[in-house]
Every structure is written in C-alpha cells, then in structure tokens.
C-alpha cells in the first residue's frame, strides 16, 4: 500500500498543470527560463493503474466491514459439537443456537443426520431468526434400543432458503456391557443349496466365521473349513444366508453340520438330515420293472390257454341209450 501510494502521488506531481505568465509580460531581469519538461511515460501510465488500485482497495475494506453470516453452534457457548452418552433406549437433550448477525432476517431450516434427532415445533420446516438476534431451539436424540455399546456419529445440519448450509458434530456414546451371542437357526437342505438364518442375540456388532460339514453312508461328502461371511451383524439383527452345494451326491443320506463363531467368544452349531434319490431314474427303473412284469404275465396266461401241438379238440361224447333201456324219470320199479 506505501508503495502504491508513492507512486500516485508521483504521477499526480507529473501531471499536474504548469503555472503560465499572462500574455504580453517579460521574464524579469536576470531570470533564467527553466527548460521545459514533460511528465516521463511511465508515470503517465502509472496514474490509472495507482487509480484502479485504490479503487480495490477500498472495496476490499468495505467487504471486511460488512456483518458476518449467521452461524449454528450448541447453546451455551464453548463447545464445539454436542456430546452425550447414555444406554440403549435413552432419550438425550440438548439446545441448538442460531445466530444472525446481518441486519436483515433469515430462516434456517434444521434437521439431524447420522442420529435419530427431533427438534423443537417449526425448527424442521423453517425457523425465522431477526436481524442481529439469536434463537435457541432444543432438541432430542433418542439411543436405539438395539444399539451396540460404543461411539456414534451425527451431525445438526442448518440450511438457509438460499441453500447455505452449516453443520455441528454430534458425539454419541452407547453403554451397556459387551456380550457376543449368535445362533443358528432353520438349518435346511435343498436340491443344490443349504439355508439357514444367524441371529445376533448379544450386544456387539458380529463378523461371523462359518464351517460347513456332511457325512454320508460312505463318509465325508462335504468339508469347508472357516471362513468369515462378509456381513456384520447388529445387535437383534436376524440374517438368511445360503450356502451353495452344486455337487452333492445323487444317492445318499447324509448329515449336515454347520459351525459358527465370532469374535468375543459367540459360538453355536446347528445340524440336519437329508436323503438323497434319484426320483426320474428310480421312476424310470420301476416303469420298465412294470413293463417287463407285465409282459411277463401276459405270455404265462397266454401259454396257459393254447391247444398242445399235434392235438386237435377232443371228441364230444354224447350219452345214447342202449337197445332195451328206457330212461324214465321218477322212481325204478
């Protein structure tokens, strides 16, 4: 700015007007005329550029003069998020401020994310804050029931008709104790998959670990070792799962045991049967049993009722009376 100033101060002296003796009068005596100079180039162009600058300038100043936006901060002072802590199911409060210092209202629109949050009548669809004022407006943040113990994140979010936006965090903490519980429920066995449901009955979020095990009439016929499931399984949460089996056997009864663990000790095991059959080839094996039974029946009742080769019908006997007899009816005498 020195510099700035030096030099419009320069170019002001250079362009300055030079005083001039009125037409008709003489130098005086012994005067000896100055020669005659022009303000340089440089300083000529200098004067718009030290113009333009101080124009700047002193916009810039009026912008830093000018109020500051309004903001959103917890009510009290001092604090720079919200924190509260409490176990499942408890209902949390706290105040919000919204200042304004500009000379003209604004209306702020609030709501929570992250947590579930609830504001004070009007804050969700528009709060009206006057000109070099602050409101206060309380709200709630309620804790899951089914939450696990441990540290949550939200946030107070302030949205103006204009479309600014400001945030505050929101640091909540669950408690309760730590328990890790899972079972494993309706275990069943389809054509080509296994099913079955996990039910996270502790306290903590689960990364379950899962073994896949069946033994046949002629040994093992399925054997996966560990591997952890990608899911994470919340505290009440309950999960349908399958597992693929695309080569079990055709022909078998087997048993299927499945094993589950998780961090923190969870462990359960869940088991099942299933019979397997070839139902079109067994049906396929009794229709030709049936055609071949049949047949069968059909040529020994067939062979049964035909006439002996080289034999004709036998002769028909007719009872003829012999000369001298007299067949009568009744009573001999």
Same mark, same amino acid.
């Given at each position: 700015m020195p510099s700035a100033a030096?030099?419009?101060? !320069?170019?002001?002296?250079?362009a300055s007007p030079r005083r001039r003796?009125?037409?008709?009068?003489?130098? $005086?005596i012994g005067h000896r005329r100055a020669p005659r100079t022009e303000a340089p180039l440089s300083a000529r162009a200098a004067l718009p550029a030290a113009l333009c600058l101080c124009a700047a300038?002193?916009?810039a100043a009026g912008a830093s003069a000018a109020p500051a936006a309004w903001s959103v901060a917890p009510a009290g002072g001092g604090r720079p998020s919200f924190y509260a802590e409490g176990p499942p199911g408890t209902v949390l409060q706290d105040t919000v401020a919204v200042t304004n210092p500009g000379r003209a209202p604004v209306v702020v629109r609030l709501s929570g994310t992250g947590l579930r949050a609830v504001f004070a009548e009007k804050a969700e669809?528009?709060?009206?804050v006057p000109a070099r004022t602050r409101a206060e407006v309380p709200f709630t943040v309620t804790v899951p029931a089914g939450a696990a113990p441990g540290d949550r994140s939200g946030a107070v979010v302030? !949205?103006?008709t204009r479309g600014r936006t400001a945030t505050v965090p929101v640091r909540l903490?669950?408690?309760? $104790?730590a328990l890790?519980?899972?079972t494993v429920e309706h275990l069943a066995v389809h054509a080509d998959r296994i099913t079955y449901e996990l039910v996270n009955r502790g306290t903590t979020v689960l990364v379950p670990r899962l073994a896949v095990r069946a033994d046949g009439v002629l040994g093992r016929v399925l054997d996966r070792a560990p591997r952890a499931l990608p899911v994470h399984l919340r505290p009440g949460a309950r999960l349908?799962?399958?597992e693929p089996w695309p080569d079990r056997p055709a022909l078998d009864a087997v048993d299927v045991r499945l094993t589950v663990t998780a961090p923190g000790g969870a462990h359960d095991t869940a088991t099942t049967s299933a019979r397997f059959v070839p139902w079109p080839a067994v049906a396929g094996a009794g229709g030709a049993l049936l055609c071949f039974g049949t047949g069968a029946w059909i040529a020994v009742r067939g062979r049964r009722g035909r006439t002996p080769a080289g034999r004709g019908p036998g002769p028909v006997v007719d009872e003829v009376p012999c000369p001298g007899e007299q067949l009568t009816e009744g009573a001999v005498k």
């Amino acid at each position: 700015m020195p510099s700035a100033a030096r030099a419009l101060t !320069r170019a002001l002296s250079c362009a300055s007007p030079r005083r001039r003796r009125p037409p008709g009068s003489r130098p $005086p005596i012994g005067h000896r005329r100055a020669p005659r100079t022009e303000a340089p180039l440089s300083a000529r162009a200098a004067l718009p550029a030290a113009l333009c600058l101080c124009a700047a300038l002193g916009t810039a100043a009026g912008a830093s003069a000018a109020p500051a936006a309004w903001s959103v901060a917890p009510a009290g002072g001092g604090r720079p998020s919200f924190y509260a802590e409490g176990p499942p199911g408890t209902v949390l409060q706290d105040t919000v401020a919204v200042t304004n210092p500009g000379r003209a209202p604004v209306v702020v629109r609030l709501s929570g994310t992250g947590l579930r949050a609830v504001f004070a009548e009007k804050a969700e669809t528009g709060i009206r804050v006057p000109a070099r004022t602050r409101a206060e407006v309380p709200f709630t943040v309620t804790v899951p029931a089914g939450a696990a113990p441990g540290d949550r994140s939200g946030a107070v979010v302030a !949205r103006d008709t204009r479309g600014r936006t400001a945030t505050v965090p929101v640091r909540l903490r669950v408690g309760g $104790p730590a328990l890790a519980a899972l079972t494993v429920e309706h275990l069943a066995v389809h054509a080509d998959r296994i099913t079955y449901e996990l039910v996270n009955r502790g306290t903590t979020v689960l990364v379950p670990r899962l073994a896949v095990r069946a033994d046949g009439v002629l040994g093992r016929v399925l054997d996966r070792a560990p591997r952890a499931l990608p899911v994470h399984l919340r505290p009440g949460a309950r999960l349908k799962l399958t597992e693929p089996w695309p080569d079990r056997p055709a022909l078998d009864a087997v048993d299927v045991r499945l094993t589950v663990t998780a961090p923190g000790g969870a462990h359960d095991t869940a088991t099942t049967s299933a019979r397997f059959v070839p139902w079109p080839a067994v049906a396929g094996a009794g229709g030709a049993l049936l055609c071949f039974g049949t047949g069968a029946w059909i040529a020994v009742r067939g062979r049964r009722g035909r006439t002996p080769a080289g034999r004709g019908p036998g002769p028909v006997v007719d009872e003829v009376p012999c000369p001298g007899e007299q067949l009568t009816e009744g009573a001999v005498k």
